[in-house]
């Protein structure tokens, strides 16, 4: 029985331990065997509380399960697989060690059953993470990866205090339903925003992920903001003000992806707009809406990983990663070409692919729940993703105008991930049973009758017509070098321009001030001088020598206070 007690994080760690002293195939094998077993082993381990602490006065549970976590556990050793397949071919240490702590950090989020354990995840999320940004090794990569750790570590900061706030006033850090009464949920709320890419505080997502290594963006956009979702499904299932928001998440991020010229950029929006979906499920928070939002974070963390994959597999041959260097690609790597069509297929929502068995849900669940503007926001951008991440993707990339670019596709490690992920995009949207099953609520669910499949067929099919038309009349967003700043212009230009400007402001006063003090004090000076410094005055009669010593003394210390302040 004490197997059951071995948290999921725990071999991700100690597999870390391994690959940080061990090299080539030796390193390959132990990353792949610890997923695979941790996997195994999370496959027969049954729903409870399988390990418990008592710390001071309150009961710590650093390893429940339940459905709602195995979901999110399944779906983390799935993406930890793929990406370590698809990364066999990199040799550095601080990556790999580096993603097997990341990997592991989240699954000990998922499975937390307090918040103090969740924080400590939730911390160490941040500082493994930010070293797949690093690892690029550039100057962008450097300031996009502290800007990206502040936002994480304060993220975690306002985590803490909302925890430490919770416990005081429930006395107990049991992480369940939370809600928005009291200063503690509205604190913990602000702490998941951050890392859920809430808007205005989504920029640390668009900022760092294109600025990571080729296999490092892949674990990022598996990760980080699932966690945030399964916390938010965990603690604010059926806030209201969460469907608001998850729809401002849709649709906002559209505008931006179509003007972005860097690949990876847009596809940095798109999951964006992705985890909004998601959002809004939560928010609604029905049996059936919960369920579209797991599922879809399940489907997204593998059509996502896919769509990254194809982008860094492009990047990583032919080091270009802009639209308007790329394009013609599909003539030598074809086999790259439509596995990144499979991942587009799949997040635009085609019938068949992953991403239409679990967006459907939660816009049916809109529906059912009488949020029509909901639905229709929803609608644009489901119409919106499908422009900027089914078509813009794989065209700008492998067709559109010929680079001249002639690369060959990826190591087949790269293709063989690329693979699998495709299969289960395929597998899992013409076999949706199989995940269905596995979801924390049984709603009989049925993706696949007429008006649905009518709906998004009409709705991708007019999509399509819309680009091809605006691409044949030019006024489709052309793609140009350029850097693009939404509300990072706050803390990227405003932030900086306004601290400047106040020190120079504080730095000329100090300097008026101090000018003006000297000036009173020579007159003072004078003053005295005038009056002393005579043949019968005070500073010029005999005096004991005593008495000059402590006068020495004493101008000695004044003159030393003089050139402090001047």
Not at 244 to 270: H, K
Not at 357 to 371: P, Q, R, W
Request: proline share 4%; charged share 10%.
């Amino acid at each position: 029985m004490w197997m059951l007690e071995i948290p999921p994080f725990l071999p991700f760690f100690i597999g870390a331990l391994f690959a940080a002293v061990t090299r080539g195939t030796l390193r390959g094998v132990i990353m792949l065997a610890v997923p695979v077993a941790s996997a195994l082993h999370l496959w027969m381990v049954p729903e409870g509380v399988h390990l418990q602490l008592a710390l001071f006065d309150y009961q710590l549970t650093p390893y429940r399960v339940d459905k709602l976590s195995l979901m999110f556990g399944y779906v983390f050793h799935i993406a930890a697989f793929i990406a370590i397949v698809y990364s066999l071919h990199v040799r550095d240490t601080v990556q790999q060690v580096t993603a097997l702590l990341y990997a592991g950090s989240g699954l000990g989020a998922v499975f937390s059953g307090d918040l103090l354990t969740l924080f400590v995840f939730w911390e160490l999320l941040a500082f493994t993470s930010v070293f797949l940004i690093w690892a690029r090794r550039s100057r962008r990569s450097y300031q996009a990866g502290m800007r990206y750790l502040i936002i994480q570590v304060l993220s975690g900061v306002i985590l803490l205090i909302g925890a430490l706030f919770y416990a005081a006033e429930n006395g107990s850090l049991d992480f369940g339903f939370i809600g928005l009464e009291g200063i503690a949920g509205w604190l913990i709320f602000i702490a998941f925003g951050i890392k859920c890419a809430f808007p205005v505080v989504h920029n640390w997502l668009t900022d760092a992920y294109p600025e990571a290594t080729v296999t490092g963006t892949v674990f990022l956009s598996a990760f980080t903001t699932k966690v945030a979702v399964y916390a938010l499904a965990r603690g604010y299932p059926g806030t209201e003000l969460l469907v608001y928001i998850g729809a401002a998440m849709t649709c906002f991020p559209i505008f931006f992806a179509v003007i972005e010229n860097d690949l990876r950029r847009v596809l940095a929006y798109s999951l964006i707009n992705q985890v909004g979906f998601m959002v809004v499920g939560v928010g609604i928070g029905t049996a059936l809406a919960i369920n579209g939002a797991v599922s879809h974070a399940f489907n997204d963390v593998i059509f996502k990983g896919l769509l990254f994959m194809s982008m860094g597999a492009v990047l990583h041959m032919t080091g270009r990663m802009n639209g308007s260097d790329l394009g013609g690609l599909y003539k030598t790597m074809p086999k790259t070409t439509v596995l990144c069509i499979v991942g587009a297929a799949s997040i635009s929502a085609f019938p068949l692919f992953s991403g239409f068995v679990s967006k459907s849900m939660v816009m049916s669940a809109a529906l059912e729940n009488d949020y029509d503007w909901i639905w229709l926001m929803l609608l644009f951008a489901s119409a919106g993703v499908f422009h900027h991440a089914g078509i813009k993707i794989p065209y700008f990339a492998f067709f559109a105008h010929d680079s001249g670019i002639r690369v060959s596709d990826p190591p087949n490690n790269m293709l063989l991930a690329m693979l699998i992920a495709a299969v289960l995009c395929i597998g899992i949207g013409v076999y949706p049973a199989a995940l269905y099953s596995l979801l924390p609520y049984d709603t009989g669910y049925n993706p696949y009758d007429a008006t649905h499949v009518l709906a998004q067929t009409q709705l991708l099919f007019f999509s399509a017509l819309a680009f091809v038309w605006l691409n044949l009349r030019g006024m489709y967003p052309p793609e140009l070098h350029s850097t693009n700043l939404d509300a990072e212009w706050f803390y990227r230009r405003l932030f900086p321009v306004a601290i400047q400007s106040l020190f120079a402001a504080i730095w000329r006063l100090d300097d008026v001030l101090r000018r003006a003090f000297v000036t009173r004090l020579h007159r003072c000076l004078d003053i005295l001088s005038s009056i002393y410094h005579v043949p019968t005055g005070l500073l010029t009669s005999a005096r004991p020598a005593g008495s000059m010593a402590m006068w020495v003394a004493i101008f000695l210390a004044g003159y030393l206070f003089l050139s402090f302040v001047y």
